[in-house]
C-alpha cells in the first residue's frame, strides 16, 4: 500500500509559477506510471498529467500543454508537477495518483488509478 502526500500549492497571481510535490510512502513508485489530476467546484475531477515509470514517456491535458511539466525523482520517491504561466482556470485542487499496476503506461482515467493523495489546493488570482 503506498500513501501519496501532495504540497507546494497556494495562491498566486495570473502568470506566476508554481511547483507541486507528491511525496510517496509505504512502498516504491518507481515502477508504476504516475498521474496528477485536479477538481475545481462543482466540476469532475480531470487529467492534468501523467509519467510512465522511468520518465521516459510524459501525456499532458490539452489544456495545459506547454505550461505544465511533470517529472520524477525515483530515488526521493517523489514526483513533482511544474506549472508555469497560470491562469485562473487553473484554479483546483490538485491530486497526485498511482497506476493500479506496475509497469503499465498511464492514460488519463480515474480508474487507471489506484492510489490518491489528499490533494493540495491551487488558486490563481487574475
Known amino acids: 500500500q503506498v500513501q501519496l502526500v501532495e504540497s507546494g500549492g497556494g495562491l498566486v497571481q495570473a502568470g506566476d509559477s508554481l511547483r507541486l510535490s507528491c511525496a510517496a510512502s509505504g512502498r516504491t513508485i518507481r515502477s508504476y506510471s504516475m498521474g496528477w489530476f485536479r477538481q475545481a467546484p462543482g466540476k469532475e475531477r480531470e487529467f492534468v498529467a501523467a509519467?510512465?515509470?522511468?520518465?521516459?514517456?510524459?501525456v499532458y491535458a490539452d489544456s495545459v500543454k506547454g505550461r505544465f511539466t511533470i517529472s520524477r525523482d525515483n530515488a526521493k520517491n517523489t514526483v513533482y508537477l511544474q506549472m508555469n504561466s497560470l491562469k485562473p482556470e487553473d484554479t483546483a485542487v490538485y491530486y497526485c495518483?498511482?497506476?493500479?499496476?506496475?509497469?503499465?503506461?498511464?492514460?488519463?482515467?480515474?480508474?487507471?488509478?489506484?492510489?490518491w493523495g489528499q490533494g493540495t489546493q491551487v488558486t490563481v488570482s487574475p
Open positions: 495518483a498511482s497506476h493500479r499496476e506496475s509497469y503499465k503506461v498511464a492514460g488519463g482515467k480515474t480508474y487507471e488509478y489506484g492510489y
Open positions: 509519467i510512465t515509470w522511468g520518465g521516459s514517456n510524459t
